[in-house]
Antibody
Framework: QVQLVQSGAEVKKPGSSVRVSCKAS????????IYWLRQAPGKGLQWMGG????????KYAQNFQGRVTITADESTNTAYIELSSLTSEDTAFYYC????????????WGQGTLVSVSS | EIVMTQSPPSLSVTPGGPASISCRAS???????????LTWYVQKPGQSPHLLIS???NRASGVPDRFSGSGSGTDFTLKISRVEAEDAGVYYC?????????FGGGTKLEIK
């Protein structure tokens, strides 16, 4: 069973950047696609992007193009998301998730990381 | 992008009773290889989403058989045959046919 453990909550100022990590265990890291999604308090789920680890290719949602970067370190089985130019609208729980099968989407989920943006 | 529309937005069901949630996609989710790329999740209060059903009708490991998914193309349904107290939460459909993956607005299931 795959387990994903995310880094802790962050409090950021408007205009700054945040980096959230996601460490995977219990499976073969480079066989996965790692996704990042977010959920504003009381709202629905929003897909931000995904990285196919074995090829190192990444896709991003248009809404976040230019502001988001998803990377991965295969030596530590850890994925990262960095979001820049933060505003209060970026306050949300950020989830990493993994999938090994095409056409399913996120299968295993991390516990979520709350990012709060406030002056 | 593909727009996903769920109904109803909320549902209140007596334990032991059935529940049904609909999900409609703005375009067909049928992949040329055969499956419909439609996934169902449940998110219980204070928890991350949890995979219930993939490819429209395949229950994930450990999901009770009272949960079933059906549909093809643009119209899909999640059914719970006999609701239990532990089923309370928000249910989401999601299309995995093309990026960006998109979600329905969610259906909040309340147990009476």
């Amino acid at each position: 069973q795959v387990q994903l453990v995310q880094s802790g909550a962050e409090v950021k100022k408007p205009g700054s950047s945040v980096r959230v990590s996601c460490k995977a265990s219990g499976g073969t890291f480079n066989s996965y696609t790692i996704y990042w999604l977010r959920q504003a308090p009381g709202k629905g789920l929003q897909w931000m992007g995904g990285r196919l680890i074995v090829l190192g290719t990444t896709k991003y949602a248009q809404n976040f193009q230019g502001r988001v970067t998803i990377t991965a370190d295969e030596s530590t089985n850890t994925a990262y998301i960095e979001l820049s130019s933060l505003t209060s609208e970026d306050t949300a729980f950020y989830y990493c998730a993994a999938s090994a099968i095409k056409g399913v989407g996120p299968t295993w989920w991390g516990q979520g990381t709350l990012v709060s943006v406030s002056s | 992008e593909i727009v996903m529309t769920q109904s109803p937005p909320s549902l209140s069901v007596t334990p032991g009773g059935p529940a049904s949630i609909s999900c409609r996609a703005s375009q067909s989710l049928l992949h040329y290889s055969g499956p419909n790329y439609l996934t169902w999740y449940v998110q219980k209060p204070g928890q991350s989403p949890h995979l219930l059903i993939s490819w429209a009708s395949n229950r994930a490991s450990g999901v009770p058989d009272r949960f079933s998914g059906s549909g093809s193309g643009t119209d899909f349904t999640l059914k719970i045959s006999r609701v239990e107290a532990e089923d309370a939460g928000v249910y989401y459909c999601m299309q995995a046919l093309q990026t960006p993956f998109t979600f329905g607005g969610g259906t909040k299931l309340e147990i009476k």
